[in-house]
Structure formats: structure tokens, C-alpha cells
């Protein structure tokens, strides 16, 4: 694919949560919480003007929904700063000073005043319908491997509510996450190559774990801006797998194209969205289709001009007629069915060569049935003919969510400006030269110059220094070796390879800590283990995790045999096979060595095996 001749235009949004010790406006912990909650409130949001006196396109399409929204409060983890029912507190100075590190790790310019703005978000996931965000640095640089990437904005804000669940018309969410503090990180899109997206994309995620971050599932969260020549600007939120990231940008780039190829084959025919909806009950009064006879009402548009493009495929699986009905789904319709689908679930030919005649199609003509309760019928089609409109314009701004496949999902317009407004309850914070220095000057060390170091430091190959900075393991693995003395490789291929496999096999290695790698280690120097038994020794101590390590590896029957227990069964194994030995002399040691191994079961080190098995064969020959 020619990206250069495509226009093709790139920039990234991440959002990090920041280990700091309480919420940004709030003394609340930032620990997330299974409890049952102790109190459930319930709201209502509503869009309301920006400072510039207009509303955002985003959240006025947000309110049009309807939602209702409940709120778990919890009596040790959330306040009523989370409920919006009590002014926020002043700003988190670690959580800022936590920013002025990442600032200056990207050679950002840091602003001299931090000011509060609300940001409009009436999806439920902020009580008050805003989110609370503001600018700490601008216009810093990455050098990468394709060269300078201008990072545009850091911002530090409030991270959103937890989505529960949704049910009798209410979407719940859980308080505990609301407030944590977010750096956001926005780069420019100067990025014209899927490669060097993920390779700005994998950088910016290892500057920020060098710092005070939070680890694990959910805490940070990449957003993808693109666009094409012909196209528009489309956000995709979580893009979480650098390794689909290309998949992702090549998908989206099919579907502006054929968007692009949709809209002027359309003009080509004059095509337009009649504004009428029709009534269609009568039509399907005997049908045997289960989802229409289930539905209250039946009703339909026509869409002249559209026959044969509804059905167009966007994304592999994924049709225009599929982007029309996500745009109806948001009303709460399911079920939604298009011209050039049809005869389908359960809609006969005859019905629809009735429907046909009924509303007058044309040649080229398409139509969009929609059956549902009457007022969601309604509005849904409201939607069905605004994305249809739309289509004769091209590619839409859209944000739109990352699917695992590859592929992408229509979720609520681009936000605008419009949706920014002063924070008043809360004064500007000015950020001095005396604040920002100490910080500057001891800046933690980089992951590049971190593996460089280790590889010297440690004599590691690059494979495994690379792994252990790239898994966030190089501070586990120096600080076990300077308590500790024993084996650098043995420590690091634990830390970055073995764990990793232990935790495909569904184990939970985020419960083992620093302690346990350090008493793990210390039975390995003691020669009270071998090293095969060390990936062992890590899944029985996660089973495990309050019990002492020693007695573990004693209980699981992986501590040391002694040296005379070692020559016992070694020299069994070598009469058992005394023809063998006498045939092939030390040519016997291989097959030899493998059956100790067997018999030993990673209870003796196997350089002493190897030197014990030799002087018996010795002996007999």
C-alpha cells in the first residue's frame, strides 16, 4: 500500500493513570475496589454550552440517547468530590510533579500556570457531566527511528467512572476510578507509516512506565487519529495491541476508500435520503419473520441512489449498511435490516418485492426497515437517514472504537472545542523555575540507556536485557542481585521469559513481589535448589503467595538432593545400563544423562550430574 501517495496521516492519544497517593481533587485512594458498594445514586446528564456559547456535536448526539445512569459509592474509597454533591479540593502536587517528569523526558516546554478546565462528557462515566482536565507542557520531541515526532500537548486530568453494567434502562458505574490522575500525551500527525506509529506508540509507553505510573490491565489506554488524503479525521479508541496496529491503520484506510468510492458513485446518480417514514405493519401483518412479529411497529425510509452500496463491503465483514445500523443502534434498536440483504431472517421474497412496491423503489434504488417500539423505531430511523445523508459527503469525523479483529466500530461523533468551559471552583496553580529544576536534574533513567547499562553491567545478551526492560522487569532483576549473589542470566531469564510463559498458562504473576524473587533466589545461591526448578518454585509461590517460600519448595519436593543421595541414583542408572556403557564407551554419556536428569528431577545441579555420571561410567570402563 502507497501511504505517501494516500495522504496517509497519523498522531497518537495516550492516556496513563499516574501512581500517585490520593485522586487529583480529592484525598480518596487511586486503589480500584470488588467490594459491594455502600450507596447507589442516579443521574441524569445534560449537554450544556461552552465557553464560546455553542454545544459540542459529541454530546449533543450523547443526550439524544436518553440514558439514565447509576453510581456505586463506596464509604472507604469515594467522597462526595466523585458525586459532584461537594467542591473538588486542591490539585494533586505529585500527580503534577509526576507530569513535570514526563514533560521533560519529552523535551516539552512546561507552562508557567496550570488552569482547570471542564471538559463535556455526558456519556455517565463523570457524575457531573464534565471531566476535569488541564495543559501542562506543549510542543516536545521524540527521536525515533524514523525520525522527529513532535509531541503536542501533555495534559493532566480526571480518569472516568468504571462501566458495570446496563440494565432497566439504567447504566451503572462503579466510582472507585473516577478522579485518579491521567497524563495525556498527543503527538502531531506528522506519522505517515503504520510501523512507525507502533514504534512511537511502544516508545512513549516505555518513557512512561520510567516513571510513577500505575502497572497493569486498564491503567494506560492508546486512542489512534487517522486520516487520508480524500478521508477525514477518525479517532480510534483502545488500541491496545501494538501488535495489531497496522491491521488496524490498513482497515481503516479500506474503509475510507471505499467511503470515498460510495460517495462518488452516489453523486453519479443523484442519489438523496427521502425524509419520509413509512408505516409498514399492514405489510407484514401475516409475516413469519420471528423479529418482526416480536416488534410493536414496522417502519422503513427509502434511500434513492442506494441500491447494491448498502451492501458494499467497508471492512472485512463489515458493510456500509452496517455503519448506517450503528448509527441506529445507538437509540436502542436491534433489529435492523436493509434492501440489499433481503430476502433474509425470515423476510420472504414476496414480502419484500411487496415492500418494493409499497414504497416505490426505483431501480437503483435501496430501503432500511427498522422494528422496535414506536418511539425507538422512530428515532433509530432519525439516525438510519442522517448516517445515510452523510454518506453522499464521504468519510465522516467519527470516534470510533478498535474491535479485536482488526476492525472498527462507529461510537459518537469527533468531539469539538465546544465542549471546553472554565474550571471556577478550582484557582490556577503556578508551575516556578524552583519546581520544575529538581525535578529536571534527576530524571529517571530512559529504557534504551537502561538496557545499554545492563548488558554491561550484568554481561546479559542484548535478547535478554531487552526483555527485561521491555516487561518492566530491570528493576526487579538489579534489585534481587544486590541482595542476592547469584547467576545475572538465571534471574533475567526468569524475569523475562519464564514468567511470561506462566502467565499464558493463566497464573497470576502480578502477586509475586520483589521478597519472592529474593527468598526464590537466595535457596538457588544456597544451593537448597537447582536451577530447573526455579519456573516450578514461581507457580507454587503464586498459589500461594502469604506462605514461606522455603516451605514451598520443601512441601513441593524441589529443594536439593544431597551429594550422596546424587551418587546413589546416578550409579543405579549406570549398572541398570551396563551393556550400554560397555558398547559405546562415553559415547553412552547422552542417552545417560538424560535418564538421571529424569530419575533427579531437577533436585541437583546438572553440571554436577554431568561430572558425577562420567567418573561411573569411568569406572566401568
Given at each position: 500500500?502507497?501511504?505517501?501517495?494516500?495522504?496517509?496521516?497519523?498522531?497518537?492519544?495516550?492516556?496513563?493513570?499516574?501512581?500517585?497517593?490520593?485522586?487529583?481533587?480529592?484525598?480518596?485512594?487511586?486503589?480500584?475496589?470488588?467490594?459491594?458498594?455502600?450507596?447507589?445514586?442516579?443521574?441524569?446528564?445534560?449537554p450544556?454550552?461552552s465557553?464560546?456559547?455553542?454545544?459540542?456535536?459529541?454530546?449533543?448526539?450523547?443526550?439524544?440517547r436518553?440514558?439514565?445512569?447509576?453510581?456505586?459509592?463506596f464509604?472507604?474509597?469515594?467522597?462526595?468530590?466523585?458525586?459532584?454533591?461537594?467542591?473538588?479540593?486542591?490539585?494533586?502536587?505529585?500527580?503534577?510533579?509526576?507530569?513535570?517528569?514526563?514533560?521533560?523526558?519529552?523535551?516539552?516546554?512546561?507552562?508557567?500556570?496550570?488552569?482547570?478546565?471542564?471538559?463535556?462528557?455526558?456519556d455517565?462515566?463523570?457524575?457531573?457531566?464534565?471531566?476535569r482536565?488541564?495543559?501542562?507542557?506543549?510542543?516536545?520531541?521524540?527521536?525515533?527511528?524514523?525520525?522527529?515526532?513532535?509531541?503536542?500537548?501533555?495534559?493532566?486530568?480526571?480518569?472516568?467512572?468504571?462501566?458495570?453494567?446496563?440494565?432497566?434502562?439504567?447504566?451503572?458505574?462503579?466510582?472507585?476510578?473516577?478522579?485518579i490522575?491521567?497524563?495525556?500525551?498527543?503527538?502531531?500527525?506528522?506519522?505517515h507509516?503504520?510501523d512507525?506509529?507502533?514504534?512511537?506508540?511502544?516508545?512513549?509507553?516505555?518513557?512512561?512506565?520510567?516513571?510513577?505510573?500505575?502497572?497493569?490491565?486498564?491503567?494506560?489506554?492508546?486512542?489512534l487519529?487517522?486520516?487520508?488524503?480524500?478521508g477525514?479525521?477518525?479517532?480510534?479508541?483502545?488500541v491496545?495491541?501494538?501488535?495489531?496496529?497496522?491491521?488496524?491503520?490498513?482497515?481503516?484506510?479500506?474503509?475510507?476508500?471505499?467511503?470515498?468510492?460510495?460517495?462518488?458513485?452516489?453523486?453519479?446518480?443523484?442519489?438523496?435520503?427521502?425524509?419520509?417514514?413509512?408505516?409498514?405493519?399492514?405489510?407484514?401483518?401475516?409475516?413469519?419473520?420471528?423479529?418482526?412479529?416480536?416488534?410493536?411497529?414496522?417502519?422503513?425510509?427509502?434511500?434513492?441512489?442506494?441500491?447494491?452500496l448498502i451492501?458494499?463491503?467497508?471492512?472485512p465483514?463489515?458493510?456500509?449498511?452496517?455503519?448506517?445500523?450503528?448509527?441506529?443502534?445507538?437509540?436502542?434498536?436491534?433489529?435492523?435490516?436493509?434492501?440489499?440483504?433481503?430476502?433474509?431472517?425470515?423476510?420472504?421474497?414476496?414480502?419484500?418485492?411487496?415492500?418494493?412496491?409499497?414504497?416505490?423503489?426505483?431501480?437503483?434504488?435501496?430501503?432500511?426497515?427498522?422494528?422496535?417500539?414506536?418511539?425507538?423505531?422512530?428515532?433509530?430511523?432519525?439516525?438510519?437517514?442522517?448516517?445515510?445523508?452523510?454518506?453522499?459527503?464521504?468519510?465522516?469525523?467519527?470516534?470510533?472504537?478498535?474491535l479485536?479483529?482488526?476492525?472498527?466500530?462507529y461510537?459518537?461523533?469527533?468531539p469539538?472545542?465546544?465542549?471546553?468551559?472554565?474550571?471556577?471552583?478550582?484557582?490556577?496553580?503556578?508551575?516556578?523555575?524552583?519546581?520544575?529544576?529538581?525535578?529536571?536534574?534527576?530524571?529517571?533513567?530512559?529504557?534504551?540507556?537502561k538496557?545499554?547499562?545492563?548488558?554491561?553491567?550484568?554481561?546479559?545478551?542484548?535478547?535478554?536485557?531487552?526483555?527485561?526492560?521491555?516487561?518492566?522487569?530491570?528493576?526487579?532483576?538489579?534489585?534481587?542481585?544486590?541482595?542476592?549473589?547469584?547467576?545475572?542470566?538465571s534471574?533475567?531469564?526468569?524475569?523475562?521469559?519464564?514468567?511470561r510463559?506462566?502467565?499464558?498458562?493463566?497464573?497470576?504473576?502480578?502477586?509475586?513481589?520483589?521478597?519472592?524473587?529474593?527468598e526464590?533466589?537466595?535457596?538457588?545461591?544456597?544451593?537448597?535448589?537447582?536451577?530447573?526448578?526455579?519456573?516450578?518454585?514461581?507457580v507454587e509461590?503464586i498459589?500461594?503467595?502469604?506462605?514461606?517460600?522455603?516451605?514451598?519448595?520443601?512441601?513441593?519436593n524441589?529443594?536439593?538432593?544431597?551429594?550422596?543421595?546424587?551418587?546413589?541414583?546416578?550409579?543405579?542408572?549406570?549398572?541398570?545400563?551396563?551393556?550400554?556403557?560397555?558398547?559405546?564407551?562415553?559415547?553412552?554419556?547422552?542417552?545417560?544423562?538424560?535418564?538421571c536428569?529424569?530419575?533427579?528431577?531437577?533436585?541437583?545441579?546438572?553440571?554436577?550430574?554431568n561430572?558425577?555420571?562420567?567418573?561411573?561410567?569411568?569406572?566401568?570402563?
Amino acid at each position: 500500500m502507497d501511504y505517501e501517495k494516500l495522504g496517509l496521516k497519523m498522531g497518537l492519544e495516550i492516556h496513563q493513570q499516574l501512581n500517585s497517593a490520593h485522586k487529583l481533587f480529592c484525598q480518596c485512594r487511586t486503589e480500584l475496589v470488588d467490594d459491594d458498594f455502600d450507596e447507589l445514586i442516579e443521574r441524569k446528564l445534560r449537554p450544556t454550552q461552552s465557553e464560546l456559547g455553542e454545544i459540542d456535536r459529541a454530546a449533543l448526539q450523547e443526550s439524544l440517547r436518553g440514558l439514565n445512569f447509576r453510581y456505586e459509592n463506596f464509604a472507604d474509597h469515594t467522597c462526595l468530590v466523585e458525586n459532584d454533591d461537594e467542591p473538588p479540593h486542591s490539585l494533586n502536587e505529585e500527580a503534577l510533579d509526576i507530569c513535570i517528569t514526563i514533560a521533560c523526558l519529552m523535551n516539552m516546554h512546561i507552562v508557567d500556570e496550570f488552569h482547570t478546565m471542564r471538559k463535556q462528557v455526558i456519556d455517565g462515566s463523570n457524575t457531573g457531566g464534565f471531566q476535569r482536565t488541564g495543559m501542562v507542557a506543549t510542543d516536545g520531541y521524540l527521536e525515533t527511528p524514523y525520525g522527529k515526532v513532535v509531541i503536542e500537548s501533555l495534559g493532566l486530568e480526571e480518569d472516568a467512572a468504571r462501566r458495570i453494567e446496563t440494565k432497566d434502562g439504567f447504566t451503572e458505574f462503579r466510582l472507585d476510578r473516577l478522579g485518579i490522575p491521567l497524563a495525556e500525551v498527543t503527538t502531531d500527525p506528522s506519522m505517515h507509516h503504520p510501523d512507525q506509529v507502533r514504534e512511537v506508540a511502544y516508545m512513549l509507553g516505555q518513557i512512561l512506565r520510567s516513571t510513577n505510573v500505575k502497572r497493569g490491565l486498564g491503567t494506560i489506554r492508546q486512542d489512534l487519529n487517522i486520516s487520508i488524503a480524500e478521508g477525514a479525521r477518525v479517532e480510534i479508541k483502545g488500541v491496545q495491541d501494538l501488535d495489531l496496529m497496522g491491521e488496524i491503520v490498513n482497515r481503516e484506510i479500506q474503509r475510507q476508500l471505499v467511503l470515498i468510492d460510495i460517495k462518488k458513485e452516489l453523486a453519479s446518480r443523484n442519489a438523496e435520503v427521502l425524509d419520509e417514514i413509512h408505516d409498514l405493519d399492514e405489510l407484514f401483518k401475516d409475516t413469519e419473520s420471528k423479529i418482526l412479529k416480536s416488534a410493536e411497529t414496522i417502519k422503513a425510509v427509502v434511500l434513492k441512489g442506494f441500491k447494491g452500496l448498502i451492501g458494499c463491503e467497508v471492512q472485512p465483514g463489515r458493510r456500509f449498511g452496517t455503519e448506517i445500523a450503528s448509527y441506529a443502534k445507538k437509540r436502542g434498536v436491534s433489529g435492523i435490516f436493509h434492501s440489499d440483504e433481503l430476502p433474509a431472517y425470515g423476510i420472504s421474497q414476496e414480502e419484500t418485492d411487496k415492500v418494493a412496491e409499497f414504497l416505490n423503489i426505483g431501480e437503483d434504488d435501496g430501503f432500511i426497515i427498522v422494528a422496535h417500539d414506536e418511539d425507538i423505531a422512530i428515532s433509530a430511523l432519525e439516525e438510519v437517514k442522517r448516517r445515510a445523508a452523510l454518506g453522499l459527503e464521504g468519510v465522516v469525523e467519527e470516534t470510533r472504537k478498535a474491535l479485536e479483529d482488526g476492525n472498527t466500530e462507529y461510537m459518537r461523533p469527533l468531539p469539538t472545542a465546544n465542549r471546553m468551559y472554565l474550571e471556577t471552583d478550582i484557582p490556577l496553580f503556578k508551575i516556578t523555575q524552583d519546581r520544575i529544576d529538581p525535578i529536571a536534574n534527576n530524571l529517571p533513567e530512559l529504557p534504551d540507556v537502561k538496557q545499554t547499562r545492563i548488558i554491561e553491567e550484568y554481561g546479559l545478551s542484548e535478547d535478554l536485557a531487552t526483555q527485561l526492560v521491555k516487561r518492566q522487569e530491570a528493576d526487579i532483576f538489579e534489585a534481587v542481585l544486590t541482595d542476592v549473589d547469584v547467576d545475572a542470566t538465571s534471574v533475567a531469564s526468569l524475569l523475562a521469559y519464564d514468567l511470561r510463559e506462566i502467565r499464558r498458562e493463566g497464573h497470576d504473576i502480578t502477586v509475586l513481589g520483589l521478597d519472592h524473587f529474593k527468598e526464590i533466589f537466595t535457596l538457588l545461591s544456597e544451593g537448597k535448589i537447582a536451577k530447573d526448578s526455579l519456573r516450578k518454585l514461581a507457580v507454587e509461590t503464586i498459589k500461594a503467595p502469604d506462605a514461606d517460600v522455603a516451605e514451598i519448595a520443601q512441601e513441593n519436593n524441589l529443594t536439593m538432593l544431597s551429594e550422596e543421595d546424587i551418587v546413589k541414583i546416578i550409579s543405579e542408572v549406570v549398572a541398570k545400563n551396563e551393556g550400554m556403557v560397555k558398547e559405546r564407551q562415553m559415547g553412552a554419556m547422552g542417552p545417560l544423562m538424560g535418564m538421571c536428569m529424569k530419575q533427579l528431577k531437577g533436585k541437583a545441579d546438572g553440571s554436577m550430574v554431568n561430572k558425577t555420571l562420567r567418573e561411573e561410567i569411568q569406572k566401568l570402563i
